[in-house]
């Protein structure tokens, strides 16, 4: 197997590792590699940039709304504003900036050298990427979707929208389901089977616990989504009855399946997020995390819970009080697992010695928040009350909270937490704390108003309202609060660019960090781990000074020098098993990505030759992608 | 943090005169649900404020001068005690309280004697009231009458998209879905008329498919029921005379029906006694003669996407149409 040394300064074998493991430069390089770093990067900076996109939409639409009766927009344009703002802040920016850290994290948490399928990866990011490109090209032909997010039929069939808007919206889901799907698999493996020698899955950090989560449930509830929009698509196009109630099918199939897909979904893009900080908060307490394997379970437990809630969503489709009063109880239930991981932070607080930084403002404004949108989700749990709560402002403030809150609050504390890792250069600590307060001041001035709007009847997705009627001060005051909270997103964007440029050298555990990331450089070298770890506990670089009884071994072991390999663990213990080849940075995932897109296309022009030559190079690329290496036939 | 208490401010907003809120319930659904919403939002706020109370004093309480790692143990008290217990408790009882509330709501105490069918189209309402015989049946649009105090049954169904009926200060939403007929019902406990609003995106004008519900005595209602079922009386004046040739004999009587005259469409709404209700294209607008000559002129000027048509007409003929359909009382 592999040689055992002590080579912590070891030039030689860093020259060695790098001959297996780095990214040649040039545009081979660019397009055909398959390093986790580089792609959970791009997960990240392609997230952040769907981000701005919907945050410019989002910022036309408060101008709109900024007093009644205005007339910025037309309403056929703000119908495509918001449905394009929807469709890109939970599909484009809010999932795939998790799947960012976690690609860039996880083979990093857990000593390995790479994802345990390194070109799945990378095609999972040119999908995610393509599809992105295929949505807003419907920009370029004035027909961007304009269903809202959620699509309901009939509205969306071809009879009430001959338009292309809805087959792009359609084909670019579809398109960006096979991107989770793949991501989903990958992480799954991963998990299980790619961690450190001693790492036993009960040493693993939340944050993977919560995308492990998410992936299953990703794998149970992606294919719900598929199907309705393959659905639409035959209804649209080929004039199938899936769900028109006078060819025997019902609008509500629609709800159904896309609610069954849609709640799980709001917990695929808030777990993982919760997970960064039950993995970042103890950092800054300057202890372990409190109830660790309480938190771990409540994590499972949300996600399961998470598909037993979905007609919370239906509750005014007409349904009987007996059906609706079963879901109501589950979503109310649903509030113990979270409520878990609220106590879990704050005793972690209260017992640790607190270090206030700003990943520490951005955690503790967090849980507050994370409240707020828990709170006001139990009050849509409510099936009566929910009746008139849905559809109307209040629904719009709680998503914001759910959203901004439990995502994009913990993914700027992750960001400024680990940053240092992925670049080498410390953020700026003073423009961090202009960043955090901007951001939360300007969010609550935006957005809790929402509520208050949402109680004195308003509802959502009006492009305009009758001024008078008392909802012109409280729509005022959300859009000074939604433009302060843009600067503040625009104070950590600028943070990011500066601190790259300028940022203070880091150094390996600027933070002091317990977990493995922190003992590799920052920036980590292509292969991570010149020597892989042994885990003897959940906090590696903690354990003498907490007196732990575990010992890991961080500076002796395997150092997989001959070949492109990573080690490959039992599922539970993390007991060695075997030694696995990596595979070679390629083409094959980008070039399979842009022949879908071609097909899917053609889908969208109707065009038959381009949807089976689209195809047939799909099917082409596939059979070139998994031919066999000469290693393998070897084996065989 | 702690001082933003979310119910001081919407106890102050929520007294803003003329919006509809639901929390200042007129109907006897809307009351049990704004009580019920009551309850919820002043236990939402104590938990608010207890959180961020908590996070506060967790970050800023005294500790004593600190060496280095604390070492893990202890904090388990704080997740029985404060995620399990106490959440479970408060959890269930508003879980019971609103499934109660939600049994008193789902059906009136007694079988309304009153049937309101109301039929969404892109974008207004269509609203029939069958009476107990076809000669007592008569569809109106956009403005429903109900007596007060009495529980009223609607049958709601969509002749196109999804949409939904609401009225918040009667009764939460319930959709109207093409294909099937969901049955609710509103009893208004203090006479007036409300607004209300489509709830349910619909598409280019859902923003513009408002309505209203009036609570008449029951003499009043009585009445307004009698003036409904007759047909429209021939117009006395020549103006509005003219003005009926034109709507005949122009695409207005293709899609509009005017009871006892020959305009027989089905398409938009019945406007036999357009004159008598407060507002036009769907209470867009209040009902008056500038407002409906600037709407029949350029429907698209004021509902962009609206399904009528601007229909050329001279102006002496706008002149007069427009003094036929304020003759429609």
Known sequence: ?636 | MAMRSPLVLVAMLAACEGAPSYLQGRGYVADREATLGWVLLAIASAVVVVIAILVLGATFRRRPPGGDLIREGGGMRWIVIGAIIVPSVILLGTTIYSTVVLARVARPAAKPSIVVQVIGHRWWWEVRYPGTSPAEAFATANEIHIPVHQPVQLELSSADVIHSFWIPQLAGKMDLIPGQTNVTWIEADTAGAYRGQCGEYCGLQHAGMRMSVVADSPAEFTRWLQAQRQGAAAPAADLAAAGEQVFQRSACAVCHTVRGSEAGGAVGPDLTHFASRATLAAGVLPNTQGNLAGWVANPQGIKPGVIMPAVPLRPADLHAVIAYLQALK
């Not at chain 1, 003897?536 to 890991?552: F, I, T, V």
């Open chain 1, 1 to 636: 197997m592999a040689t055992v040394a002590s080579p912590a300064s070891d030039l030689a074998l860093h020259e060695r590792l790098l001959e297996h493991w780095e990214t040649r430069p040039g545009l081979f390089g660019v397009f055909g590699t398959v390093d986790h770093k580089t792609i959970g990067k791009r997960y990240l900076v392609t997230a952040f940039v769907f981000l701005i996109l919907g945050g410019i939409e989002a910022s036309i639409m408060r101008l709109q709304l900024a007093h009644g009766d205005l007339r910025l927009v037309t309403p056929e344009e703000y119908n495509q504003l918001f449905t394009l703002h929807g469709a890109t802040m939970i599909f484009w920016y809010a999932s795939p900036v998790l799947s960012g850290f976690s690609n860039y994290l996880w083979p990093l948490l857990i000593g390995a050298r790479d994802m345990a399928f390194p070109r799945l990866n990378a095609y999972s990011y040119w999908t995610f990427l393509l599809s992105g490109v295929f949505l807003y090209s419907s920009l370029l032909v004035g027909q961007a979707p304009d269903g809202g997010w959620f699509a309901y039929v009939p509205m969306t069939r071809a009879e009430f929208s001959p338009g292309l808007n809805l087959d792009f919206y359609a084909l670019a889901l579809i398109l960006l389901t096979i991107s989770t799907t793949a991501g989903a698999i990958n992480f799954i493996v991963t998990v299980f089977k790619l961690r450190a020698p001693g790492m036993s899955i009960n040493r693993i950090p939340i944050l993977m616990w919560g995308t492990t989560t998410t992936s299953f449930a990703a794998l149970f509830a992606l294919p719900s989504l598929t199907v309705a929009c393959v659905m639409l698509y035959l209804d649209r196009r080929f004039g199938t009855r899936f769900f028109d109630a006078a060819g025997g099918g019902h609008p509500l199939l629609w709800q159904h399946l896309f609610w069954i897909f849609g709640h799980p979904w709001v917990y695929i893009v808030v777990l993982p997020a919760m997970g960064i900080v039950s993995d970042a908060l103890p950092t800054f307490c300057r202890r372990p995390l409190v109830a660790y394997t309480v938190v771990a379970l409540a994590t499972v437990t949300t996600g399961i819970l998470g598909f037993g809630v979905w007609v919370h969503h239906m509750f005014a489709t007409g349904l009987a009080p007996l059906a609706i009063s079963f879901f109501s109880a589950a979503s109310f239930a649903i509030t113990i697992p979270s409520a878990i991981a609220v106590f879990a932070w704050i005793a972690t607080i209260w017992h640790g010695r607190p270090v206030i930084r700003t990943p520490f403002l951005f955690m503790a404004g967090f849980i507050v928040l994370f409240v707020i949108g828990g709170v006001s989700g139990v009050a849509t749990a409510a099936a009566s009350f929910d009746q008139q709560l849905t559809d109307t402002y209040f629904v719009v403030a709680h998503i914001h909270y759910v959203l901004i809150g439990i995502n994009l609050f913990p993914v700027a504390a992750g960001l400024y937490y680990w940053f240092p890792k992925m670049t080498g250069k410390l953020m700026d600590e003073r423009l961090g704390r202009w960043n955090f307060w901007t951001m939360f001041v300007g969010f609550n001035l935006g957005f809790f108003p929402m509520h208050i709007s949402g109680l004195l009847g308003m509802p959502r997705r009006i492009y305009t309202y009758p001024s008078g009627i008392g909802w012109d001060t409280v729509n005022l005051i959300t859009t000074v609060g939604a433009f302060l909270f843009a600067v503040g997103v625009l104070l950590l964007v600028i943070n990011v660019v500066r601190s790259r440029l300028r940022g203070a050298p880091a150094g390996p555990n600027p933070w002091d960090g317990p977990t493995l990331e922190w003992a590799t450089s920052s920036p980590p070298p292509p292969y991570n781990f010149a020597v892989i770890p042994t885990v003897g506990s959940r906090h590696p670089l903690w354990e003498k000074r907490l007196e732990e009884s575990g010992r890991s071994v961080l500076d002796e072991g395997p150092t997989l020098e001959a070949e492109k390999t990573t080690l490959e663990t039992s599922p539970l213990d993390g007991q060695l098993t075997d030694v696995l080849h990596m595979p070679e940075d390629t083409l094959y995932p980008v070039l399979h990505a842009l022949a879908l897109m071609a097909t899917f296309y053609g889908l969208l022009v109707r065009s038959t030759w381009l949807s089976v030559a689209g195809a047939v190079l799909v099917l082409a690329l596939t059979i070139g992608w998994l031919w066999p290496t000469a290693r393998a036939l070897e084996e065989a």
